[in-house]
T-cell receptor, first 113, second 111 residues
Framework: DAGVTQSPTHLIKTRGQQVTLRCSPKSGHDTVSWYQQALGQGPQFIFQYYEEEERQRGNFPDRFSGHQFPNYSSELNVNALLLGDSALYLC????????????FGDGTRLSIL | QKEVEQDPGPLSVPEGAIVSLNCTYSNSAFQYFMWYRQYSRKGPELLMY????GNKEDGRFTAQVDKSSKYISLFIRDSQPSDSATYLC???????????FGGGTRVLVKP
């Protein structure tokens, strides 16, 4: 049973560019959340998708946007990249129903030059 | 002040010792509590998931929640070098699903 899978594993971009990160949830999961984890810190919530809609959003600018597809997979898009966007981007999925625990993928490490 | 506080460590213990980790939080609306383990260059792995105050045991791991004190703990018995990792506490409000994390505690178990 495959867990949460993310691609690519590493990415190097320059300031001002745009990036798209991808996530496939664990089998049977329908809710996908995205987190940003800076080095040495805990993950910070970006947003959550359910039924192809953004259900909840954290304190991130509009440069961060996302999408969920009918098969529950998801994309995170970041425009106008800044040096401060360098981080590990984590995707988590959870089962149908309220108050379900979230399971994480291994993330995409994004470096901005 | 952060909503969830966690000592960053590092916490160094000899193999076989009990590892004791804890987090404090300020928002009484948090109802669900988790502990994750994160190895270097990997994503967080769910270890424990609890709701009510009290203890929950799973193998060598015991999670403790004290909602009245806004304090949660994780104990690891018979620690192994493979337990060396960063441990993250996380929590969310009822029907919220947005996880709020502590900063993580780095643990080193020495053979």
């Amino acid at each position: 049973d495959a867990g949460v899978t993310q691609s690519p594993t590493h990415l190097i971009k320059t300031r001002g560019q745009q990036v798209t990160l991808r996530c496939s949830p664990k089998s049977g999961h329908d809710t996908v959340s995205w987190y940003q984890q800076a080095l040495g810190q805990g993950p910070q919530f970006i947003f959550q998708y359910y039924e192809e809609e953004e259900r909840q959003r954290g304190n991130f600018p509009d440069r961060f946007s996302g999408h969920q597809f009918p098969n529950y997979s998801s994309e995170l898009n970041v425009n106008a990249l800044l040096l401060g966007d360098s981080a590990l981007y984590l995707c988590a999925s959870s089962s149908p129903g309220l108050n379900q625990p979230q399971h994480f993928g291994d993330g995409t490490r994004l470096s901005i030059l | 002040q952060k909503e969830v506080e966690q000592d960053p460590g590092p916490l160094s213990v000899p193999e076989g010792a009990i590892v004791s980790l804890n987090c404090t939080y300020s928002n009484s609306a948090f109802q669900y509590f988790m502990w994750y383990r994160q190895y270097s260059r990997k994503g967080p792995e769910l270890l424990m998931y609890t709701y009510s105050s009290g203890n929950k045991e799973d193998g060598r791991f015991t999670a403790q929640v004290d909602k009245s004190s806004k304090y949660i703990s994780l104990f690891i018995r018979d620690s192994q070098p493979s337990d060396s990792a960063t441990y993250l506490c996380a929590m969310f409000k009822a029907a919220g699903n947005k996880l709020t994390f502590g900063g993580g505690t780095r643990v080193l178990v020495k053979p």
